[in-house]
């Protein structure tokens, strides 16, 4: 086995070489492309709060990686067509968190199942998507987790569902001043109510070359429409005076983000439930974590971190993140974002399935390993791991964080350094 490749695996300087992105072609670009039509313009006081909840400001410029951010996939019917492909910087955590949900749509989602639960073509072909299956992904990933702010999927709430989303024109509704500092995004905004699922994903559907197009604002107009959807005034509620704003300063951006995308609230707390949190001096105040079991989990290590901002009041995932209801994680592995998944969707329903497999780690910056987890190695102290092995990778000590004292092999080749620049 090749010790160097997984030893550098997640190294910085090289994951600054590799993470170079060539965005795929869009087929819209020469097609016809519906004007935007309709909604409501947005006000200066809607502009400078969506500023301030996002970003801390609306009196300074924006991170310029938000305004330049498209949703494009890798090249159609090939091995890696499954993926986001994206630059290394704040956008991170917002589309690892699509990444997810357009992997489980193309692998669990969208596949027939027989009756005994299995499907006859092998999981692997449904990750070689075609660029209208691609398409397809994208938008249905984007309508689930705005549908799930909207409350869509919450069942005990008396409110009717309403999703928002923004979108850009060529008009400019919010003049420069010492208030507000033009971006060249947020003041163009068209506003649209969407009432139902269907309605949403047909929406999404036919404005989704604004999200792909080269250059374009895709990122910060998924970030804006779930926070219209969510409601700033949530959202700073859901801080619950941990953070001033959603998206921290950190590279990778903030797992506010992606609380937001999985439990459709920008919790900081990811522990299972409502725990009452106070002393003697105190009342005891509601912490509110995850309070449903999540479809797609997530997994965090953060490792050796020397920012005092991102170490303090470290969060551990609970067993609603821990144990989705599918095998898909989103993973912050110390401040890294990817993706985690397996292509069995009876992995952590079968306790035979769990003991021996293989597991996946994507990130969008092109980078792709195949590992294998042995949870039966606990009977053998020479093999199995432990998370304060000094001999263990960044990746392999947030594997163990789920799976304790697994014996973790790459199976596959090492991280491919290449994919993004072809």
């Known amino acids: 086995m090749n010790v160097m490749p997984k030893k550098s695996f997640l190294g910085t300087s090289q994951e600054e070489v590799y993470e170079r992105v060539l965005y795929a072609r869009n087929k819209l670009l020469n097609g016809a492309k519906p004007a935007v039509v309709g909604g409501t313009p947005i006000t200066e006081e809607l502009a400078s709060e969506l500023r301030i909840t996002a970003f801390g400001t609306a009196s300074c410029p924006t991170r310029a990686e938000w305004i330049c951010s498209p949703l494009m996939m890798r090249t159609p019917d090939q091995p890696l067509s499954y993926g986001l492909a994206a630059p290394r910087n704040g956008t991170r955590s917002l589309l690892s ?219 551990y995932p609970g067993s609603r993140l821990k144990t989705p209801a599918l095998p898909i994680w989103i993973t912050s592995c110390s401040g890294h974002y990817g993706v985690l998944f397996n292509t069995n969707r009876e992995l952590l329903r079968n306790y035979h399935a769990e003991r021996r497999f293989d597991i996946h780690y994507y990130t969008c910056g092109g980078c792709h390993v195949l590992l294998n987890v042995d949870t039966r190695a606990h009977d053998d102290t020479t093999a199995a791991m432990r998370t304060d092995d000094i001999t263990a990778t960044p990746l392999e000590k947030l594997i163990l964080t789920k799976w304790q004292d697994a014996k973790i092999t790459w199976t596959g080749p090492g991280p491919n350094f290449n994919e993004s620049s072809k």
């Not at 092998?122 to 702010?149: G, H």
Request: proline content about 5%; some cysteine.
């Open 97 to 315: 968190g699509l990444q997810a949900h357009i992997i489980k749509w193309l692998l669990f989602d969208s596949r027939p199942i027989t009756k005994d639960n299995k499907s006859g073509v092998p999981p692997e072909t449904y990750l070689r998507p075609s660029e209208d299956r691609q398409e397809e992904a994208l938008w249905r990933a984007c309508s689930e987790v705005l549908w799930r702010c909207a409350g869509g999927f919450n069942h005990q709430t008396s409110s009717e569902p309403l999703a928002k989303v923004a979108l850009p024109s060529e008009n400019v509704y919010v003049q420069h001043n010492s208030r507000y500092y033009q971006d060249g995004v947020t003041e163009k905004l068209h506003i649209f109510e969407l009432k139902s699922l269907e309605d949403l994903q047909i929406f999404l559907k036919q404005y989704l070359y604004l999200f792909q197009s080269q250059e374009c604002p895709g990122a910060m107009l998924v970030l804006y429409s779930l926070m219209l959807t969510r409601g700033c005034e949530n959202i700073k509620k859901d801080l619950d005076g941990k953070l001033t704003h959603l998206v921290s300063s950190h590279v990778e951006g903030s797992l506010n983000v992606i609380t937001l995308l999985l439990t459709g609230r920008a919790t900081p707390y990811l522990h299972n439930g409502i725990l009452y949190v106070g002393d003697e001096d105190h009342y005891a105040m509601p912490q509110y974590g995850v309070l449903s079991r999540s479809p797609v989990g997530l997994l965090v290590w953060y490792g050796g971190e020397e920012n005092s901002k991102i170490n303090v009041n470290k969060q």
